[in-house]
């Protein structure tokens, strides 16, 4: 188009995108019409797996909730760690996509369970998700597991009363990003990226003081002093790191699925569930998983 002195605007080939897709994938109307149909074709193919849809009082769509049989099985042999996200959806359904991410024996990414939901991120939409992944995988699958944000509002509160009985760490690179933010000190990233990394308590406590005394400390020691050192700090962890201390797993996982947040919901969890059935295959395929699985 260049080539030929033609420009078009950034809209109007969204808008063409859009029209494509359409045409290509269906409408937004017989997108949520054919949802059930094909969880149930799913659920047939799949024995064993979670496909759940939720409506309101007047029927109409709220969230999706999706946990597959595969990535069920395959917990006693991952690492015991999730990360967890949430990404918004670019199509023309506005919404918000939810994962919960795990580490396969290579230390790469394995997806557990997904959540779309119409609306934007909350406590809410994170107790459901983290409530309904914890019921798919079974009483006490996630006991110690170490699971990893990027601290959203009101989700301490959210893993007190639906997973106590995990370790919820924050994700070390965000917590250090907002530290620097916060305080007007880009070093400070740096100094709390330090802090995490040392094991021991008496050097952190060292450290700590050090970090405290430099200009811009008091707001540095006003902020982590909110937060409970066992949540991002190596020297106080109750449960192994497993050397990964941040949420980027999960970050990745959401890079993957830039294609299917532009589609319909129905094309997007078509997308999505290929890619998570291409993954665990991989995995198998190269014995990164122990025998068994």
């Not at 969230?63 to 996200?85: G, Q, T, Y």
């Not at 023309?92 to 939901?117: K, R, Y």
């Not at 990226?193 to 020691?221: C, M, R």
Request: charged share 25%.
């Amino acid at each position: 188009m260049l080539e030929k002195g033609v420009r078009v605007k950034k809209t109007v080939a969204g808008d063409a995108l859009q029209i494509a897709r359409r045409n290509t994938f269906g409408d937004v109307a017989t997108s949520f019409s054919l949802l059930k149909s094909f969880g149930d074709a799913f659920l047939d193919q799949s024995p064993g797996s979670v496909f759940e849809i939720s409506v309101d009082d007047e029927k109409r769509f709220t969230s999706l909730f999706v946990f597959p049989e595969a990535a069920k099985s395959a917990l006693p042999f991952l690492r015991p760690l999730v990360c967890v996200d949430a990404t918004f959806l670019k199509g023309p359904v506005q919404g918000t996509l939810m994962s919960c991410v795990g580490m396969d024996a290579t230390g790469s990414i394995f997806p557990l369970s997904f959540s779309l939901f119409m609306g934007n991120e909350s406590s809410n939409t994170w107790k459901d998700h983290l409530r309904k992944t914890r019921d798919a995988a079974g009483p006490s699958a996630f006991k110690d597991w170490v699971f990893i944000t990027d601290r959203p509002r009101g989700i301490e509160s959210v893993f007190s009363q639906v997973l106590p009985e995990v370790h919820h760490c924050c994700c070390v690179l965000h917590l250090a990003k907002s530290v620097a933010t916060q305080c007007g000190c880009v070093d400070f990233k740096d100094v709390v990226i330090k802090l995490s990394s040392i094991v021991s308590k008496d050097e952190f406590n060292a450290e700590y003081k050090a970090a405290t005394k430099l200009k811009g400390g008091k707001k540095l020691d006003a902020y982590l002093s909110k937060i409970p050192k066992k949540m991002w700090s190596n020297a106080f962890r109750e449960a192994p790191s497993f050397l990964h201390g941040t949420s980027n797993l999960a970050e990745r996982w959401n890079g993957l699925l830039l294609e299917p947040r532009h589609h319909n919901p129905l094309q997007c969890i078509i997308m999505i569930l290929r890619l998570v059935s291409s993954m665990i295959v991989e995995d198998r395929h190269q014995h990164v998983l122990l025998p068994g699985v």
